[in-house]
T-cell receptor, first 120, second 116 residues
């Protein structure tokens, strides 16, 4: 079984500052993938960033980076230079099996989310 | 390059009626996933389908809920005899066949079901 825990129901950050959204996970899979999604108030789910359990370097995508600490089973999302448009719900998710095969198509397991509000 | 298309965007049903939610995956995607989201909560997995096959339905309620993904046409999530507790946002996602675990799911905009 897989479990994702996001312990911050809500976060505030000043515009242009960096913010870290926490995510811890639990899995018995030897290989897995970790994902972050953004859900603005309009409701759509937007894929942000991916980290594979075997990746040695932390993933980065523009202003998003993933602070992956495998021993601690944490995959925190860091947003640099926050913008007002970053205000949204953020979900951490995982899937077992990051090395292809049938497990590569398993469904994602989501955390409960963190609501980020960027203040001017 | 159209994304995942879900319709309707909003659906209102009275208790006891049937709800049909439709999902057309992204072009080239043959794997479809349905999720349910209650207000202020995360997405809960319901079912994973390929064309004409249910791969994993471990998240589907045993009664009143069914899903299909026919050879032709969209995937359908069907809820019979809806109750107020079925009110939620239902999201469909798709992914490519034969890819590894690093392929993200691409989500539609969801169907907001309200049961009155």
């Amino acid at each position: 079984a897989q479990k994702i825990t996001q312990t911050q129901p809500g976060m505030f950050v000043q515009e242009k500052e960096a913010v870290t959204l926490d995510c811890t996970y639990d899995t018995s899979d030897q290989s897995y993938g970790l994902f972050w999604y953004k859900q603005p108030s309009s409701g759509e789910m937007i894929f942000l960033i991916y980290q594979g359990s075997y990746d040695e370097q932390n993933a980065t995508e523009g202003r998003y980076s993933l602070n992956f600490q495998k021993a601690r089973k944490s995959a925190n999302l860091v947003i640099s230079a926050s913008q007002l448009g970053d205000s949204a719900m953020y979900f951490c998710a995982m899937r077992g099996g990051s090395r292809g095969g049938d497990t590569g198509r398993r469904a994602l397991t989501f955390g409960s989310g963190t609501r980020l509000q960027v203040q001017p | 390059n159209a994304g995942v298309m879900q319709n309707p965007r909003h659906l209102v049903r009275r208790r006891g009626q049937e709800a049909r939610l439709r999902c057309s995956p992204m072009k080239g995607h043959s794997h479809v996933y349905w999720y349910r989201q209650l207000p202020e909560e995360g997405l809960k997995f319901m079912v994973y389908l390929q064309k004409e096959n249910i791969i994993d339905e471990s998240g589907m309620p045993k009664e009143r809920f069914s899903a299909e993904f026919p050879k032709e046409g969209p995937s359908i999530l069907r809820i019979q005899q809806v109750v107020r507790g079925d009110s939620a946002a239902y999201f469909c996602a798709s992914s490519q066949p034969g890819t590894g675990g690093d392929s993200p799911l691409h989500f539609g905009n969801g169907t907001r079901l309200t049961v009155t």
